[in-house]
């Protein structure tokens, strides 16, 4: 049995085998875009790793042949002092289940490589903190260390004054490590890997995956594959970042672009929500070609899909790799404006709309909003990352919130949410986040939940050890009634009248449709 597939043109394997991630890289590589080279390994292997404990037979020889071919590709070798190879390991189910699994970034930079890197680069600082992201993540995912606390901060990861960092040479960057992350990573890159690929197949059993899973009703057998490409770092120079793009508007079903970026980092800070982004829009001004790229690659994705798409993309050094691609998670009112313009657009019939959109979203409702011609106590305003009123007692942790909403609707306040905070995103009935973007993890995941959300409310700080949030200059304990707007962005004290929004003349005209015996005409 062959258990690895290269991202090829030309490798046809079903979603199923090559996993979502991997299978939307192979369409990419299909549709001429630009992707990092690499391969997936299937998720046959994991349902064998999951059985019996260990890599199945054959594994160990295919994984050391399809680095050996990545490195001839690359003209690199992993872990290498000279142009060094690096890799990302990631995990990749059938479905989406957006950072349920675990990911590793830049495995292979061993403390040669480091330098070598640093070298090549000119940049002692960025190989650094890709060094130290590298420690961090492998200790997290592989032996369940906490991640290091103000990880991935660009300049400044040891936590050292950045004039320091500049003035450092190559060979001083080893010394910088810390010794307790460095003694758990092994010094053989192949070790690394193998290790890496064997932590990304346990954590389609990590409990926040499972609970992922009964959520949205997907099946528990069906394991992850994993896809390995070469690095391309977002981090690198003024000239690098990282970002996602929706082909169209994910909360209104606007044809427009729609997503965040951030420039000198790495793509794990813009879905974690760690760092506030910039609207995507923003990458136009910044790095033109890649904007214009970008915006090629979402138009021949959506013509291919014939539906709106979500990409993860990096550009290092001014040019743009494209990461992931997929069709994109949209509202309930976004999904009936689409259907009804690809309609307009002449790329689906009416029969195929009225089948893309939920019957339970056909339902004449509007969007409810804040009413601001009233009184109203406003605490902060941040982005509106999923449209929708929500009131309810404020929790400042998953478990609280899990625990609160027995009693009632509650508001999940974090500083960013991430996947062990599921489970209180699931009982909450909105959330707002002090960090993060439209794209970040509260922001997908409440989109996907349909909650309301607001984001990247800059002043709010969330104290879970004191049981309160400070926001406008206040402080509000755990349990104080809250009402936010995820289409103004706005949180304001108390429970507040709301208004609906007009009638959606997009859903008007789907119903109308629903009514015609006549679906094969338009």
């Given at each position: 049995?062959?258990?690895?597939?290269?991202?090829?043109?030309?490798?046809?394997?079903?979603?199923?085998?090559?996993?979502?991630?991997?299978?939307?890289?192979?369409?990419?590589?299909?549709?001429?875009?630009?992707?990092?080279?690499?391969?997936?390994?299937?998720?046959?292997?994991?349902?064998?790793?999951?059985?019996?404990?260990?890599?199945?037979?054959?594994?160990?020889?295919?994984?050391?042949?399809?680095?050996?071919?990545?490195?001839?590709?690359?003209?690199?070798?992993?872990?290498?002092?000279?142009?060094?190879?690096?890799?990302?390991?990631?995990?990749?189910?059938?479905?989406?289940?957006?950072?349920?699994?675990?990911?590793?970034?830049?495995?292979?930079?061993?403390?040669?490589?480091?330098?070598?890197?640093?070298?090549?680069?000119?940049?002692?600082?960025?190989?650094?903190?890709?060094?130290?992201?590298?420690?961090?993540?492998?200790?997290?995912?592989?032996?369940?260390?906490?991640?290091?606390?103000?990880?991935?901060?660009?300049?400044?990861?040891?936590?050292?004054?950045?004039?320091?960092?500049?003035?450092?040479?190559?060979?001083?960057?080893?010394?910088?490590?810390?010794?307790?992350?460095?003694?758990?990573?092994?010094?053989?890159?192949?070790?690394?890997?193998?290790?890496?690929?064997?932590?990304?197949?346990?954590?389609?059993?990590?409990?926040?995956?499972?609970?992922?899973?009964?959520?949205?009703?997907?099946?528990?057998?069906?394991?992850?594959?994993?896809?390995?490409?070469?690095?391309?770092?977002?981090?690198?120079?003024?000239?690098?970042?990282?970002?996602?793009?929706?082909?169209?508007?994910?909360?209104?079903?606007?044809?427009?672009?729609?997503?965040?970026?951030?420039?000198?980092?790495?793509?794990?800070?813009?879905?974690?929500?760690?760092?506030?982004?910039?609207?995507?829009?923003?990458?136009?001004?910044?790095?033109?070609?890649?904007?214009?790229?970008?915006?090629?690659?979402?138009?021949?994705?959506?013509?291919?899909?014939?539906?709106?798409?979500?990409?993860?993309?990096?550009?290092?050094?001014?040019?743009?790799?494209?990461?992931?691609?997929?069709?994109?998670?949209?509202?309930?009112?976004?999904?009936?404006?689409?259907?009804?313009?690809?309609?307009?657009?002449?790329?689906?019939?009416?029969?195929?709309?009225?089948r893309r959109v939920d019957p339970r979203r056909l339902k004449p409702s509007r969007t409810p909003r804040i009413d601001t011609t009233a009184p109203i106590d406003l605490?902060?305003?941040?982005?509106?990352?999923?449209?929708?009123?929500?009131?309810?007692?404020?929790?400042?942790?998953?478990?609280?919130?899990?625990?609160?909403?027995?009693?009632?609707?509650?508001?999940?306040?974090?500083?960013?949410?991430?996947?062990?905070?599921?489970?209180?995103?699931?009982?909450?009935?909105?959330?707002?986040?002090?960090?993060?973007?439209?794209?970040?993890?509260?922001?997908?995941?409440?989109?996907?939940?349909?909650?309301?959300?607001?984001?990247?409310?800059?002043?709010?700080?969330?104290?879970?050890?004191?049981?309160?949030?400070?926001?406008?200059?206040?402080?509000?304990?755990?349990?104080?009634?809250?009402?936010?707007?995820?289409?103004?962005?706005?949180?304001?004290?108390?429970?507040?009248?709301?208004?609906?929004?007009?009638?959606?003349?997009?859903?008007?005209?789907?119903?109308?449709?629903?009514?015609?015996?006549?679906?094969?005409?338009?």
């Open positions: 049995m062959t258990w690895i597939h290269p991202i090829s043109a030309h490798t046809r394997q079903p979603v199923d085998v090559l996993g979502g991630k991997g299978h939307g890289l192979m369409v990419l590589r299909r549709l001429g875009l630009p992707v990092p080279p690499g391969f997936v390994i299937g998720t046959a292997a994991c349902r064998a790793f999951l059985r019996d404990g260990r890599f199945p037979d054959g594994l160990h020889a295919e994984l050391a042949a399809a680095v050996t071919e990545l490195e001839a590709a690359t003209g690199r070798r992993l872990g290498g002092p000279e142009r060094p190879l690096t890799v990302s390991v990631r995990s990749g189910g059938a479905v989406s289940m957006p950072g349920m699994m675990d990911t590793i970034l830049n495995l292979g930079l061993t403390p040669e490589a480091a330098e070598g890197l640093a070298a090549e680069s000119g940049d002692p600082r960025f190989a650094l903190d890709a060094r130290q992201r590298f420690l961090s993540g492998f200790t997290s995912v592989v032996h369940g260390r906490p991640p290091r606390s103000g990880q991935g901060a660009p300049g400044n990861p040891a936590r050292l004054a950045p004039n320091d960092l500049t003035r450092l040479p190559p060979d001083d960057l080893t010394r910088l490590a810390p010794d307790d992350l460095t003694r758990l990573v092994p010094e053989d890159p192949m070790r690394q890997l193998e290790a890496a690929v064997g932590a990304v197949f346990a954590s389609w059993e990590a409990p926040r995956a499972r609970t992922y899973r009964v959520l949205n009703g997907i099946p528990h057998d069906h394991g992850t594959a994993v896809t390995v490409q070469a690095m391309v770092y977002g981090n690198r120079d003024a000239r690098s970042g990282s970002g996602v793009a929706f082909s169209r508007d994910p909360n209104t079903g606007e044809n427009i672009p729609f997503g965040d970026v951030l420039f000198g980092h790495q793509g794990d800070d813009v879905v974690s929500g760690r760092a506030t982004t910039r609207p995507l829009s923003d990458l136009a001004g910044h790095e033109p070609a890649a904007w214009a790229g970008l915006l090629a690659a979402l138009g021949r994705i959506e013509a291919h899909h014939r539906a709106p798409c979500y990409v993860e993309f990096t550009f290092e050094a001014g040019e743009l790799w494209l990461l992931q691609a997929r069709p994109a998670t949209l509202t309930g009112r976004a999904a009936v404006r689409v259907a009804v313009d690809l309609v307009d657009e002449n790329v689906i019939d009416r029969r195929e709309a009225l605490l902060i305003r941040g982005l509106g990352a999923c449209p929708g009123v929500a009131t309810g007692r404020l929790a400042v942790t998953a478990d609280a919130a899990a625990r609160m909403a027995a009693g009632g609707p509650v508001i999940l306040a974090r500083p960013e949410t991430s996947p062990l905070d599921l489970h209180g995103l699931a009982a909450a009935a909105g959330v707002v986040t002090a960090r993060g973007g439209p794209a970040s993890h509260a922001a997908v995941v409440a989109r996907a939940m349909g909650k309301p959300a607001v984001v990247g409310a800059s002043g709010l700080t969330v104290d879970a050890v004191a049981g309160h949030v400070r926001a406008g200059g206040r402080t509000l304990p755990e349990g104080a009634i809250v009402t936010i707007d995820g289409t103004s962005g706005e949180v304001v004290a108390g429970d507040v009248p709301t208004l609906t929004d007009a009638p959606d003349p997009h859903l008007s005209r789907l119903l109308g449709w629903a009514e015609d015996r006549g679906l094969g005409d338009r």
